[in-house]
Nanobody, 124 residues
Framework: QVQLVESGGGLVQAGGSLRLSCTAS????????LGWFRQAPGKVREFVVS????????YYADSVKDRFAISRDNAKNTVYLQMNSLKPEDTAVYYC?????????????????WGQGTQVTVSS
């Protein structure tokens, strides 16, 4: 059974930083592309960033480029999302997801497994 568990969310002031983690089990982690998505209250879920199996390729949404950084540790079955210079508009539930798609992708329906999400709240 595949499980993805996110952690690291919380409340932070604008301009602050948080690091999210997502640890996977029940799959060959190094074979999967990972992605982060987020959903703000009253809005549709949106793509944040994707990283390929090796970590050698990444793809960021324009809204987070230069502020967020994704990385992965295949030995620990974990992907990280370092979020800097946070803004109130970054407030959302953040989800990690996996796909067997080769490469990086922002297409939500290509992702097969999803975590339960972690809340990030940025106060102004």
């Amino acid at each position: 059974q595949v499980q993805l568990v996110e952690s690291g969310g919380g409340l932070v002031q604008a301009g602050g930083s948080l690091r999210l983690s997502c640890t996977a089990s029940g799959l060959t982690f190094s074979s999967y592309t990972l992605g982060w998505f987020r959903q703000a209250p009253g809005k549709v879920r949106e793509f944040v960033v994707s990283i390929n199996w090796s970590g050698g390729r990444t793809y960021y949404a324009d809204s987070v480029k230069d502020r967020f950084a994704i990385s992965r540790d295949n030995a620990k079955n974990t992907v990280y999302l370092q979020m800097n210079s946070l803004k109130p508009e970054d407030t959302a539930v953040y989800y990690c997801a996996t796909t067997r798609y080769l490469g990086v992708t922002n297409t939500e329906n290509k992702y097969s497994y999803w975590g339960q999400g972690t809340q990030v709240t940025v106060s102004s």
